[in-house]
Structure formats: structure tokens, C-alpha cells
């Protein structure tokens, strides 16, 4: 049996729908609680369990880091203990704002893709709670970890959908410019996960889709491929003001999974053009 936690979330959604697994909302199980994940995951016995519970809330977490890693970080580790104990392999996922400055402290400008063996250098309190919570995972012996960025999938409240919004009621929108990575849809995800687990791997896995972009380019994308005529406005992070710090670069490079797994992972264009025929009604 396959169990997935954070079922209500645009990646737990995709991964039941997906996968026909049995699908675990924060109200009947609360990744935070050692005692209910204990008993809830005792009483199922699952043998792979996907966690998408989280706090993804970036800015939020820096007003209020205890939740934030009691969910990313603890609820992590709740998982990872009871997973070993039953010998189930745990899925886990998490994201590029692991990677933010470099060695000197300053923002990282990297010219390269990052590998999973790089050095991590997280800064706001989310991206400190969900490397934690890798850490934490890792601990269950049989575990896959894998880093995304930037997912949209449906039902989620996400960048494609909030730029989609957007359009609707503006016909300017000003967006970042400088911050790079790899949006990525969680139907990707959810195929990367079932090719990793067909393949019998295990440890960690940069997924994403291929072709990296700005903000800025990744809404010019969208908005070319709905057909809306939208004025974009580039601008820098401190003009956009947000409160967590966020990486100026944090493209991932997905070579180890693509070696693993015989697979190659679909563009951010194409990737994108699914998502929005998906949500056509
Ligand atoms: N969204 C993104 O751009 C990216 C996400 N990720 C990672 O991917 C994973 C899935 O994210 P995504 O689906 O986008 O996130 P969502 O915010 O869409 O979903 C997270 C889900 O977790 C639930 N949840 C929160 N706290 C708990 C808890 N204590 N116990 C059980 N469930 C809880 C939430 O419920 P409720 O709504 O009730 O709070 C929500 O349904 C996360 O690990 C995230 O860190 C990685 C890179 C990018
Ligand atoms: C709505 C809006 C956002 N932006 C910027 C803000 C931000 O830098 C960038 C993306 O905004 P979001 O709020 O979607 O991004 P953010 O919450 O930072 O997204 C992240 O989610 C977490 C959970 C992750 O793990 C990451 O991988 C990451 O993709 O776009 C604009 O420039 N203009 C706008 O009008």
C-alpha cells in the first residue's frame, strides 16, 4: 500500500490521483503529532509512504519558524522514524532554496546547474526547515529525497494560477528578473517518483524540468501560451520586496536522476503546455 501524506495539497492531489493511493489529509493525520504518525501509519502499514505535508508558506515562516518546522522539519523526522520501523521507503520532497548564497555569504550567482552533492546554503527559515527535514529523512534507511522548484499542479494555489489571476484583473504585472530556476509541474514529480522506484534507488534526486528562467520569463512563457496580452515589467527582488530572502540562482541539475533512471525530463514549455490543457474545462 502506498500512503500519502498532505493529500489536499497540489502535489499530495496529483500523487493519489496518480498512484490510487490512499490519500491522508493534515485532519486525519498531522505529520507533527510523533504519537498519531505512529499510530496511523502502525495501523496502515504502508509500504512506501510519499510525503507532501508541508509548510510552504515562504514569507509567513519568518514570522512564525516554530510552525514551520514542526511540520518541515519534525514532521519530517516523525515520518522517517516510524517509516524504518516498518520497513517502508519514504519519499520525501524538497526544494532548490536549500541552495541561496555561496561560500562567501553573498548572494550565489552560480553559472552551472546545482548537483545534489553541492554545497547547500539555505536562508530564509523555510529553505533552514526543509533541509532539516532532509536530513531527517534520510535517516530512514530505505528513502528517496527529491528537490523541486516552483511546482504548479492542479487545485494548487501556484505561480502559474496566480499569474493566470493576475491577468484577469490587470493588464500590466511587474515581476522578478533576477531570481533563476526551474518551475516544474507536480505531474512531473509524480512520474520522476514512480521511474526512481521502478529503478530501486534510493538517496537524493534533483527533479525538475529542463530550461532555466526567471519569474520574469517563466509569466512572459505562460501568457505567450494562453494567449494574453499582458505588459510585463522586469524588476529586482528588493523592488518586489518580499519578506524571506530567495536565491538569485537555483537551477538544478538533474543529471543523476536522468542516469538512474534512463529518463529525460520534459521543458518548463512543455511541461507547461500539459498543465494548462489539463485545466482547460
Ligand atoms: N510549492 C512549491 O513551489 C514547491 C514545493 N516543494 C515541496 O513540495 C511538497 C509539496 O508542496 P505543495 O503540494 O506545493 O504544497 P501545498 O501547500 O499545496 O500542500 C501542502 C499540504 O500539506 C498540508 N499540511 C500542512 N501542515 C501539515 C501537517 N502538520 N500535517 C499534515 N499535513 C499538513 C497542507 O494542509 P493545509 O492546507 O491544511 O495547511 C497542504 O494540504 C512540500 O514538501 C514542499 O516543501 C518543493 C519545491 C517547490
Ligand atoms: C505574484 C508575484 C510574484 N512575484 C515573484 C515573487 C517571487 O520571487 C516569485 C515566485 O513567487 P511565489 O510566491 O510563487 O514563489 P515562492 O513562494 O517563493 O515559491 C517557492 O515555493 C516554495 C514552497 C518552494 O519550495 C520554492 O521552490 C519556490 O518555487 O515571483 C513577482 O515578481 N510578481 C508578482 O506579481
Known amino acids: ?21 490512499t490519500g491522508l489529509d493534515r485532519d486525519k493525520l498531522d505529520i507533527s503529532d510523533q504519537a498519531s504518525v505512529a499510530k496511523v501509519l502502525g495501523g496502515l502499514r504502508p509500504s512506501v509512504v510519499v510525503n507532501c505535508a508541508a509548510y510552504t508558506a515562504v514569507d509567513a515562516a519568518e514570522d512564525d ?30 526544494t532548490d532554496y536549500v541552495f541561496g ?14 548537483q545534489e552533492h553541492d554545497a547547500v546554503s539555505p536562508e530564509s527559515e523555510y529553505a533552514k526547515s526543509k533541509l532539516q527535514g532532509e536530513r531527517f529523512a534520510a535517516q530512514c534507511p530505505n528513502h528517496l529525497i527529491l528537490r523541486t522548484c516552483g511546482l504548479y499542479g492542479v487545485g494548487g494555489n501556484n505561480f502559474v ?4 489571476r493576475l491577468a484577469g484583473q490587470r493588464s500590466e504585472l511587474s515581476i522578478v528578473d ?13 512520474k520522476a517518483t514512480e521511474r526512481l522506484i521502478a529503478a530501486n534507488q534510493n538517496g537524493l534526486f534533483h527533479v525538475v524540468n529542463s530550461g532555466e528562467m526567471s519569474w520574469y520569463d517563466f509569466a512572459a512563457e ?21 519578506k524571506a530572502p530567495r536565491p538569485r540562482y537555483s537551477a538544478l541539475d538533474t543529471k543523476h536522476y536522468e542516469n538512474a533512471t534512463g529518463d529525460s525530463i520534459a521543458s518548463i514549455p512543455t511541461a507547461l503546455a500539459e498543465y494548462l490543457e489539463t485545466r482547460k474545462p
Not at 179 to 184: D, K
Open 101 to 114: 548564497s555561496n561560500d562567501s555569504g553573498s548572494k550565489d550567482v552560480a553559472d552551472h546547474p546545482h
Open 178 to 190: 533576477d531570481q533563476i530556476c526551474n518551475p516544474t509541474s507536480t505531474a512531473t514529480i509524480v
Open 1 to 21: 500500500m502506498i500512503v500519502v501524506t498532505g493529500a489536499n495539497g497540489q502535489l499530495g492531489r496529483n500523487f493519489c490521483r496518480q498512484l490510487n493511493a
Open 222 to 242: 505562460i501568457f505567450r501560451q494562453s494567449n494574453l496580452d499582458i505588459k510585463l515589467t522586469p524588476i529586482s527582488s528588493e523592488q518586489f520586496g518580499a
Open 65 to 94: 519558524p516554530a510552525t514551520c518546522y514542526a511540520i518541515n522539519s519534525t514532521g519530517a523526522q516523525n515520518l522517517a522514524q516510524v517509516a524504518a520501523q516498518h520497513n517502508a521507503l519514504l519519499v520525501h520532497i524538497s
Open 161 to 164: 494560477e496566480t499569474m493566470l
